[in-house]
Every structure is written in C-alpha cells, then in structure tokens.
Nanobody, 125 residues
Framework: QVQLVESGGGLVHTGDSLRLSCAASIPTFRTYVMGWFRQAPGKEREFVGTISQTGDSTYYEVSVKGRFTISRDNDKNMVYLQMNALKPEDTAVYYC??????????????????WGQGTQVTVSS
C-alpha cells in the first residue's frame, strides 16, 4: 500500500527555520518526481516545489525560491523541505505528493498520483 507521511510541522516565529520530512512507502520511489504543496485556510492548494527522480533538478514557486530547499534520499525513501526565513504568509498545511513525470515542471495538484495527509506549519509574527 502506497503511503506518504509528512512530519516536522509546528509553530515558529517569523524568520525561523523548519524542516519537513516525507516518508514514502512507494516501492519504486526513485522513479517518481516528488512535490510539495501547501494549503492555507480558505485558499486553494498551492504549488511549492518539486524535485526530480535523482535529486539533481528542482523547481520552486517564486514566493519560496531562495528560502525553501527540497532534497531527497532515495536510499531511505525520504523527501525533505527545508524552510528558512519563514513568514506569516507561509502558514499552511504542507503536503508531499508523488507523480510519474519526465519533468519537474508539474504544478497542477490534479496531476499527482499520491498524497500525504499533511503537516501544519504556523508562523507567528
């Protein structure tokens, strides 16, 4: 059974850092592009970024580029989202997701095959 489980969320202050983890129980994990999305209350799910199957290519939403970094460990079936210089507008539930794609330019949530349950990140001002 395919499962994605996020962890690492919490309450932090403006300017702090936080690292989210996503444990993937996908047998062919290294064949998937992995993405991170977020959803704030009353808003649609928003693309954050992706990482290629080998980890050598990433793609970020403009609002997080330079502050957030996605990485993966294919030996451990893990994906990470390092978030620095956090702002109150980063407050949301963060989700990891998996998609089979030849490109990291997959922004549409509907394109993804598997999703985690999400982890809450709250940034106070």
């Amino acid at each position: 059974q395919v499962q994605l489980v996020e962890s690492g969320g919490g309450l932090v202050h403006t300017g702090d850092s936080l690292r989210l983890s996503c444990a993937a129980s996908i047998p062919t994990f290294r064949t998937y592009v992995m993405g991170w999305f977020r959803q704030a209350p009353g808003k649609e799910r928003e693309f954050v970024g992706t990482i290629s199957q080998t980890g050598d290519s990433t793609y970020y939403e403009v609002s997080v580029k330079g502050r957030f970094t996605i990485s993966r460990d294919n030996d451990k079936n893990m994906v990470y989202l390092q978030m620095n210089a956090l702002k109150p507008e980063d407050t949301a539930v963060y989700y990891c997701a998996a998609v089979r794609s030849n490109s990291v330019l997959v922004r549409r949530a509907a394109s993804y095959d598997y999703w985690g349950q999400g982890t809450q990140v709250t940034v106070s001002s």
